[in-house]
């Protein structure tokens, strides 16, 4: 009966609904859109992506119009001019850019 428990928990813990979109990398550009809908473009790829992304294997998506958005922008602004690499963790919805980027849940810039 343990091992049917821990086995449970295992594949339960090892499903995609857990899966983290991430990605550890320098910023390649940032963009914002005049809506204040933004993304940025990192050079390496994102690892466990959400099922939404959509020809945009390595971006994040933002908005500006939002304190957090706000926050991001400042954040990938600075790590790119310093150049610096940021480890970034994904939302697992397209909820900025529907259907097509993955919205950045949290993130920080490397030293």
């Known amino acids: 009966m343990k091992k049917l428990i821990a086995l ?10 857990w ?4 990605v550890n990398s320098t910023v390649e550009y940032v963009r914002v859109d005049e809506t204040g ?3 940025v473009k990192f050079h390496k790829e994102i690892s466990n992506p959400a099922d939404c992304m959509k020809n945009h294997p390595n971006h994040m998506a933002f908005d ?3 304190p957090g958005g706000q926050s991001i922008f400042s954040l990938a602004l600075t790590a790119y001019v310093a150049g ?3 480890q970034v963790r994904g939302t697992g919805d ?4 529907t259907g097509a980027v993955e919205s950045w849940r949290w993130g920080f810039i490397n030293d």
């Open 94 to 97: 397209c909820s900025v850019y």
């Open 84 to 86: 610096k690499s940021l």
């Open 64 to 66: 500006t119009n939002t």
């Open 19 to 22: 899966a983290q979109s991430y």
């Open 37 to 39: 809908r933004g993304l």
């Open 8 to 17: 449970s928990i295992l594949i339960l813990l090892s499903s995609k609904a």
